[in-house]
T-cell receptor, first 115, second 115 residues
Framework: SQQGEEDPQALSIQEGENATMNCSYKTSINNLQWYRQNSGRGLVHLILIRSNEREKHSGRLRVTLDTSKKSSSLLITASRAADTASYFCATEANAGGTSYGKLTFGQGTILTVHP | GAGVSQSPRYKVAKRGQDVALRCDPISGHVSLFWYQQALGQGPEFLTYFQNEAQLDKSGLPSDRFFAERPEGSVSTLKIQRTQQEDSAVYLC?????????????FGPGTRLTVL
């Protein structure tokens, strides 16, 4: 079963604009990760934010995490046509024991960036 | 260096046939995961290996699904008596260690179509 929901389901923007995607989840987590998937390169890890972090940056990516609301957002600034892909959030649950990295993915947001 | 590879990339099976999907993880990676991704959905966890030990098979949908990693490197996911609902992309991922938050590297997947 999917852990959470992502919204929007699809997002269409022009090159240069910013894209924001949101993810909600249900259980207590160790960390939350964002992945990108396109037909050319498969599923690629973008960024990880731990449960005790509130914001993280990597290049044009900014991720926020609000554990009280069980939600996260991914912001891509100055988007490019090459950013066109599906974006998934994935959570690693805090099950109280030793965690080995099992991920639960959301349903994804399809981002289209028009040149 | 070489990433995670999977074979075959595409597999068409008639209902009732057995199939075997292969995953070659990154050399030296301890952890290996299998995920199933239905069309338009995020990946869903199937099973986890730490070296040759299968520590979690809670995601396997039925006893027709079987996975092994006998020497702690290559893994095979076998599906017996395939059904149409087994049609999906099967993704393999590996990570260096067995701790939380270790980056998982995904293979390109095997797209299984059951007719």
């Amino acid at each position: 079963s999917q852990q959470g929901e992502e919204d929007p389901q699809a997002l269409s923007i022009q090159e240069g604009e910013n894209a924001t995607m949101n993810c909600s989840y249900k259980t207590s987590i160790n960390n939350l990760q964002w992945y990108r998937q396109n037909s050319g390169r498969g599923l690629v890890h973008l960024i990880l934010i731990r449960s005790n972090e509130r914001e993280k940056h990597s290049g044009r990516l900014r991720v926020t995490l609000d554990t009280s609301k069980k939600s996260s957002s991914l912001l891509i600034t100055a988007s490019r046509a090459a950013d066109t892909a599906s974006y998934f959030c994935a959570t690693e649950a805090n099950a109280g024991g030793t965690s080995y990295g099992k991920l639960t993915f959301g349903q994804g947001t399809i981002l289209t960036v028009h040149p | 260096g070489a990433g995670v590879s999977q074979s075959p990339r595409y597999k068409v099976a008639k209902r009732g046939q057995d199939v075997a999907l292969r995953c070659d993880p990154i050399s030296g990676h301890v952890s290996l995961f299998w995920y199933q991704q239905a069309l338009g959905q995020g990946p869903e966890f199937l099973t986890y290996f730490q070296n040759e030990a299968q520590l979690d098979k809670s995601g396997l949908p039925s006893d027709r699904f079987f996975a092994e990693r006998p020497e702690g490197s290559v893994s095979t996911l076998k599906i017996q008596r395939t059904q149409q609902e087994d049609s999906a992309v099967y993704l393999c991922a590996s990570s260096l260690a067995w701790v939380a938050a270790d980056t998982q590297y995904f293979g390109p997947g095997t797209r299984l179509t059951v007719l």
